[in-house]
Each structure stands twice: as structure tokens, then as C-alpha cells.
């Protein structure tokens, strides 16, 4: 589910969402876990507006290459 929270990302993970956790999200992912929460709802609200107008829309072009 893309609408959970950071924290409840990682309790279906089995993790502590910590300053330990977070470090290590960033280290592999390359943005803290709320940077990506963010992104996701971003990219989540653009897809629907896509939808509203007709138009399909590919959350690849979000994605920094």
C-alpha cells in the first residue's frame, strides 16, 4: 500500500523506524524515508490528475535518472 506512513512502512518490514534506520534507508535508497514518502504521494496525486484529464501518465517519468 503506497498510502502507508514512513513508520508503518517499516513496522510491516519488521523494523524500528529509528535515526539507525533511517541512515540505512538513505545509504541504499539515496533519499531519507521521508523524502520518499513524499515522492511516492507526489507521483500518486500526478497519476490521478492524469486520470481526471484522460491521459495516462507512468510514474517512470518521475523517476531521476
Not at 18 to 23: K, M, P, T
Amino acid at each position: 500500500d503506497v498510502n502507508l506512513t514512513v513508520s508503518q512502512a517499516f513496522a510491516a518490514c519488521n523494523m524500528n523506524y529509528n535515526g539507525y534506520s533511517a541512515r540505512l534507508f538513505k545509504q541504499k535508497v539515496g533519499q531519507t524515508p521521508s523524502e520518499t514518502e513524499k515522492n511516492i504521494k507526489t507521483v500518486n496525486y500526478a497519476i490521478q490528475l492524469a486520470k481526471i484529464a484522460g491521459q495516462k501518465l507512468s510514474p517512470a517519468i518521475f523517476i531521476d535518472k
